[in-house]
C-alpha cells in the first residue's frame, strides 16, 4: 500500500470520528437541555422549559452577538451561562466542559431542523 493511501485511509477514519463523537456530543448536549438540574439548577426548569425542542434556537449557530435579559454578549456559551444562571437559578458552567461543548453542540445543531 502507497504512502497516499494509507494517509487517505487514516484521514476517512478519522473524519469518521469526528462525525460520530459529534452526534454523540449532539445526543448528551440534547439530555442536558431537557435536565432541569444542568448547572445545578434549582427552579425545576430546564432549558426546554422556555424552548420547547429548541423553538427560537434555530439561528444561534449563526449569531455573532446575542441580547438576553438586557445584557449583549458575544458568545453562545455565555447565553448558556445567562440562562443557568438566571431562569433555571443554577451556577455558571466552565466555558470549556464536556457540558459546555454537548449543549452548545445541541443548540447548533437546531440550526438544520425544520
Known sequence: MSVKMILLVFTAIALIASVSFAADDVEKGKKLFKDPKF?????????????????????????????????????????????????????????????MKNIVAYIKSLKTKK
Open 39 to 99: 448547572g445545578g439548577g434549582t427552579a425545576g426548569k430546564s432549558c426546554n422549559s422556555c424552548h420547547p425542542n429548541g423553538r427560537g434556537l434555530e439561528k444561534s449557530a449563526d449569531k455573532k452577538e446575542f441580547t438576553l435579559m438586557g445584557k449583549t454578549v458575544k458568545t453562545l456559551e455565555e447565553v448558556v451561562n445567562i440562562c443557568i444562571e438566571t431562569p433555571m437559578k443554577g451556577k455558571a458552567i466552565d466555558v470549556k466542559s464536556e457540558q
